[in-house]
């Protein structure tokens, strides 16, 4: 008796839980805020498709441009944003070309 009002119970449980709560999870986003002339964090490990954010938190313009030149954003003005979704593994090094001593990078680790 007690384990079919269990059953019931779960199936009412997952009757009412949203689809997006059973579906596959969600692509992962992460900040990094740009604050005091510095990236931060200034560096981090994330997952393929990840897509990183970074905010403009100080009072003045700062862009982000990889090295290797396959992301640039505009110079970003307080508040303002620009984001990257990163598919493939590998090191991604940027810096803010109006201040060269602003760095940072980005490592994208290879899908399991």
């Given at each position: 008796?007690?384990?079919?009002?269990?059953?019931?119970?779960?199936?009412?449980i997952l009757l009412f839980l949203p689809l997006g709560e059973i579906s596959a999870s969600e692509p992962a986003s992460v900040e990094i805020?740009?604050?005091?002339?510095?990236?931060?964090?200034?560096?981090?490990?994330?997952?393929?498709?990840?897509?990183?954010?970074?905010?403009?938190?100080?009072?003045?313009?700062?862009?982000?441009?990889?090295?290797?030149?396959?992301?640039?954003?505009?110079?970003?003005?307080?508040?303002?944003?620009?984001?990257?979704?990163?598919?493939?593994?590998?090191?991604?090094?940027?810096?803010?070309?109006?201040?060269?001593?602003?760095?940072?990078?980005?490592?994208?680790?290879?899908?399991?």
């Amino acid at each position: 008796m007690l384990r079919s009002l269990l059953h019931r119970l779960a199936a009412l449980i997952l009757l009412f839980l949203p689809l997006g709560e059973i579906s596959a999870s969600e692509p992962a986003s992460v900040e990094i805020a740009i604050a005091s002339y510095a990236f931060g964090p200034d560096s981090i490990t994330v997952a393929p498709g990840t897509t990183v954010t970074w905010v403009n938190r100080d009072e003045v313009p700062h862009n982000v441009v990889a090295a290797d030149g396959s992301f640039r954003s505009a110079a970003l003005d307080s508040g303002e944003s620009f984001s990257v979704t990163f598919q493939t593994a590998g090191s991604f090094t940027y810096f803010c070309a109006l201040h060269p001593h602003m760095t940072g990078q980005v490592v994208v680790q290879p899908s399991p």
